[in-house]
């Protein structure tokens, strides 16, 4: 199956981006800033390394002020996923230099040496990324569908099995597929 960096970080074509730096001026996350300093202050490594880079903005609104597409972006693919965007924080990155380089690239933490990180982040409108992306969530949403399929065939198994021992089986499979699509369910599975 491979493991986490040979599946996706691996295989990201870097040479896709377009240092724009709009990724760095404009971020946020699934958590409210107040959670994450709580994180941080319980020692969770992400959201301390996190906090170390990038700083919050003051509101939504001066987020916009720095980059009102990417933001009204993201506030719309996240409300059209059902999250709540009332507590949402945007965030900027303390080390982004006007020409859009890294004042610390060598020394940068590893949530910025996997930018993106996921199929699923959201990018700034004509991210170099974006097409490989799609591509990406294309990907997991055949992988979720047919993972699908695989319950109902499973389902039908059951039916026919009476064997205890073949029916701990297929609910252990059944189980480990459920796992894989709940992964997916915040973007959207249950719809896929």
């Not at 493991?3 to 074509?13: A, G």
């Not at 981006?17 to 709009?22: F, L, Q, S």
């Not at 990038?54 to 719309?76: G, M, R």
């Not at 933490?109 to 990324?129: D, E, M, N, Q, R």
Request: aromatic residues 8%; hydrophobic residues 30%; neutral net charge.
């Amino acid at each position: 199956m491979g493991t986490y960096e040979e599946n996706f970080l691996e295989k990201r074509p870097q040479s896709l981006c377009k240092m724009c730096g709009r990724c760095c001026r404009v971020v946020t996350t699934p958590k409210p800033y107040e959670e994450l300093q709580q994180l941080a202050g319980l020692g969770d490594k992400a959201a301390t390394d996190f906090l170390k880079i990038f700083e919050p903005y003051p509101s939504i609104e001066a987020a916009k002020a720095q980059d009102k597409e990417l933001v009204e972006n993201i506030l719309t693919e996240l409300e059209g996923n059902g999250t709540d965007t009332s507590n949402m924080t945007f965030y900027h990155c303390k080390y982004i230099l006007d020409n859009n380089m890294c004042s610390i690239y060598e020394e940068r933490p590893t949530l910025c040496k996997h930018c993106p990180s996921t199929a699923w982040v959201i990018v700034p409108p004509g991210c170099g990324f974006e097409s490989w992306l799609y591509v990406m969530r294309e990907r997991d949403k055949k992988r979720i569908r047919k993972s699908k399929e695989d319950l109902l065939e499973l389902k039908l198994l059951k039916t026919k099995t009476k064997d205890p021992n073949d029916l701990k089986k297929i609910e252990a499979v059944e189980n480990k597929i459920h796992s894989t699509i709940d992964r997916f369910r915040k973007y959207g599975a249950d719809n896929w």
